[in-house]
Nanobody
Framework: QVQLVESGGGLVQAGGSLRLSCAAS????????MAWFRQAPGKEREFLGA????????YYADSVKGRFTVSRDNAKNTVYLQMSSLKPEDTAVYYC?????????????????WGQGTQVTVSS
């Protein structure tokens, strides 16, 4: 069973940076796509970016392209979300998700495994 544990959230000032980590266990992830989503109060879960574990190919939502970067460390079985130029509207709970497929998706329902989420708060 896939287990995902996010960490690295917290309070940051607008314009600052933060790196989230997602430690994955329970499977061999070579045929997985790993993604980051976020959900603000009263809003739907929003896709941010994803990475193919095997190829390292990444893709992003237009809303965060250029500010957020997804990467992975195969040796540590960990996926990262590097966030920069943070804005108050980036405040949300951030989730790591896994999809057992070789091609990606931006839809939350296509990802079968989720972490518990980590809170990111950006102050103005």
């Amino acid at each position: 069973q896939v287990q995902l544990v996010e960490s690295g959230g917290g309070l940051v000032q607008a314009g600052g940076s933060l790196r989230l980590s997602c430690a994955a266990s329970g499977r061999t992830f070579s045929s997985y796509v790993m993604a980051w989503f976020r959900q603000a109060p009263g809003k739907e879960r929003e896709f941010l970016g994803a990475i193919s574990w095997s190829s390292g190919t990444t893709y992003y939502a237009d809303s965060v392209k250029g500010r957020f970067t997804v990467s992975r460390d195969n040796a540590k079985n960990t996926v990262y979300l590097q966030m920069s130029s943070l804005k108050p509207e980036d405040t949300a709970v951030y989730y790591c998700a896994a999809r057992s497929a070789l091609y990606g998706s931006t839809r939350a329902r296509d990802f079968g495994s989720w972490g518990q989420g980590t809170q990111v708060t950006v102050s103005s």
